[in-house]
């Protein structure tokens, strides 16, 4: 995997900006289970994904990766509009982290 991909991951995380967010965009590398100073073993992931700047990154365990979807433009941070059990509309912040 090389270039920037919108990748969404099975669970939330909790970002620098005190948010919650269940995707991270930006320019992907692939490391090796010796990145975090540790040695796994057989029954945990043995890559991950760090996704962003080397000043703002985000590192995801491989087998945390939902989606990941090639995608050099920025994806929108638009509010989504989203409808509630009851019908009614409303807008829903971006859950799109964006490590640049």
Same mark, same amino acid.
């Given at each position: 995997?090389?270039? $920037?991909?919108? =990748?969404?991951?099975?669970?939330?995380?909790?970002?620098?900006?005190?948010?919650? #967010?269940?995707?991270?965009?930006?320019?992907?590398?692939?490391?090796?289970? +010796?990145?975090?100073?540790?040695?796994?073993?057989?029954?945990?992931? +043995?890559?991950?994904?760090?996704?962003?700047?080397?000043?703002?990154?985000?590192?995801?365990?491989?087998?945390? =990766?939902?989606?990941?979807? $090639?995608?050099?433009? $920025?994806?929108?941070?638009?509010?989504?509009?989203?409808? +509630?059990?009851?019908?009614?509309? #409303?807008?829903?912040?971006?859950? =799109?982290?964006?490590?640049?």
């Amino acid at each position: 995997m090389k270039g $920037k991909y919108l =990748i969404t991951t099975d669970g939330w995380f909790l970002a620098p900006d005190g948010q919650e #967010y269940r995707a991270v965009w930006g320019e992907v590398e692939i490391l090796e289970d +010796n990145v975090l100073g540790l040695k796994t073993n057989r029954n945990s992931t +043995n890559w991950y994904a760090k996704v962003g700047s080397q000043q703002t990154h985000v590192i995801v365990a491989g087998c945390q =990766i939902h989606y990941a979807v $090639k995608s050099e433009k $920025k994806p929108s941070a638009e509010k989504s509009k989203m409808t +509630n059990g009851e019908g009614k509309n #409303y807008l829903h912040p971006s859950k =799109i982290f964006f490590a640049e």
